[in-house]
């Protein structure tokens, strides 16, 4: 046998020995840990809290109108399709906004489920500690989200798991909403400004067509066309005077009333579009697990906190003992 095998085998032996002679109270120690354990474990001490889970996918689409709406012919997001890591993550950054911890306290009264007191200067510092204890999200490698609620209610637990998805998804559905809203103001704004700059452009040809000038072209080849039949010279000149005077304005603005028509018609697909966004709604996820009540309590572990207790109080007690026996040793060589 080697001197390291040697030296392995007399340590063990010396364990096993300390262990055998100090067995009573190390079975005392482990038995009072036992008991102290199951009693602490125990309901009347740590209330059971019972676990649910929910899972969801995001939506892709960020627009309601690009999604319905869009041109067939051009791809675009599909409302049925489920979102990706990008859109995952930002549907956990929602979940794990002040904005809706606030609202989801606010509808669960969580103040009152977690013994929050309403007048307390640090409540909120108090029952964001708590909701992070209780609740918590997470996306999986497949892109989806689970949310997670422990509570002394298996009913309560899966009411808050569902409802904290439908406030995410109500959450979403503001910020969007209030963005389109800006976006419908602005698109408002531009419709009109084209309209009345349209109008004033018509305005316009209707003074030059009140002057003899309504198409520059067909009345230039027109008067051409008199001129070389030998028609009336004194209305052949006054056309001319005309179209020369405001043919060329004339021109533009028909080239501009069309260009500034076509940029109306575009404005009026966005407005259309900007309309749907501000009054429609569509859900933003897809839930593939509602939160059921569990039937089996989650929290305490009672046999692992017995196990861990237990080891802990053995472990301690030969430390206690071996420095108790130490001492005895150190005393009585003294005395020698």
């Given at each position: 046998m080697s001197k390291k095998k040697k030296s392995y085998y007399f340590e063990l032996v010396d364990v096993v020995k300390f262990i055998s002679r100090w067995k009573r109270p190390l079975i005392y120690v482990s038995a009072l840990a036992v008991i102290l354990s199951i009693l602490f474990s125990s309901p009347f001490i740590i209330k059971p809290r019972f676990l649910s889970k929910a899972v969801f996918y995001p939506t892709s689409n960020y627009s309601i109108s690009t999604a319905i709406l869009s041109d067939s012919r051009v791809k675009g997001k599909?409302?049925?399709?489920?979102?990706?890591?990008?859109?995952?993550?930002?549907?956990?950054?929602?979940?794990?906004?002040?904005?809706?911890?606030?609202?989801?306290?606010?509808?669960?009264?969580?103040?009152?489920?977690?013994?929050?007191?309403?007048?307390?200067?640090?409540?909120?510092?108090?029952?964001?500690?708590?909701?992070?204890?209780?609740?918590?999200?997470?996306?999986?490698?497949?892109?989806?989200?689970?949310?997670?609620?422990?509570?002394?209610?298996?009913?309560?637990?899966?009411?808050?798991?569902?409802?904290?998805i439908e406030t995410a998804d109500s959450v979403k559905t503001e910020v969007q909403r209030n963005v389109a809203m800006q976006s419908l103001t602005i698109i408002e704004q531009q419709y009109k400004n084209k309209e009345n700059q349209i109008a004033d452009i018509e305005g316009r040809m209707k003074e030059i067509g009140a002057k003899g000038v309504y198409s520059f072209e067909d009345q230039s080849q027109a008067v051409t066309a008199l001129a070389s039949r030998g028609g009336d010279a004194g209305f052949i000149k006054k056309q001319q005077d005309a179209l020369a005077l405001y043919g060329a304005e004339a021109h533009g603005l028909k080239s501009?009333?069309?260009?500034?028509?076509e940029s109306l018609t575009e404005l009026s697909k966005k407005l259309e579009?900007?309309?749907?966004?501000?009054?429609?709604?569509?859900?933003?996820?897809?839930?593939?697990?509602?939160?059921?009540?569990?039937?089996?309590?989650?929290?305490?572990?009672?046999?692992?906190?017995?196990?861990?207790?237990?080891?802990?109080?053995?472990?301690?007690?030969?430390?206690?003992?071996?420095?108790?026996?130490?001492?005895?040793?150190?005393?009585?060589?003294?005395l020698d």
């Open positions: 599909d409302p049925l399709e489920f979102g990706e890591q990008v859109s995952a993550q930002q549907f956990v950054q929602i979940l794990e906004s002040d904005y809706l911890k606030s609202k989801v306290i606010a509808r669960f009264n969580l103040l009152e489920r977690y013994n929050v007191n309403a007048d307390d200067k640090e409540k909120n510092y108090k029952i964001g500690l708590l909701y992070d204890e209780y609740i918590s999200v997470r996306k999986t490698p497949y892109a989806s989200i689970e949310v997670s609620v422990l509570d002394v209610d298996p009913s309560k637990a899966a009411e808050l798991a569902n409802g904290i501009q009333l069309e260009y500034e028509t579009r900007a309309r749907v966004d501000v009054n429609s709604v569509m859900s933003n996820v897809f839930v593939i697990s509602h939160a059921v009540p569990a039937d089996k309590k989650a929290y305490p572990v009672r046999w692992l906190i017995v196990l861990v207790s237990t080891f802990g109080a053995f472990v301690l007690g030969c430390i206690v003992l071996l420095i108790l026996e130490k001492y005895q040793n150190q005393k009585a060589n003294y």
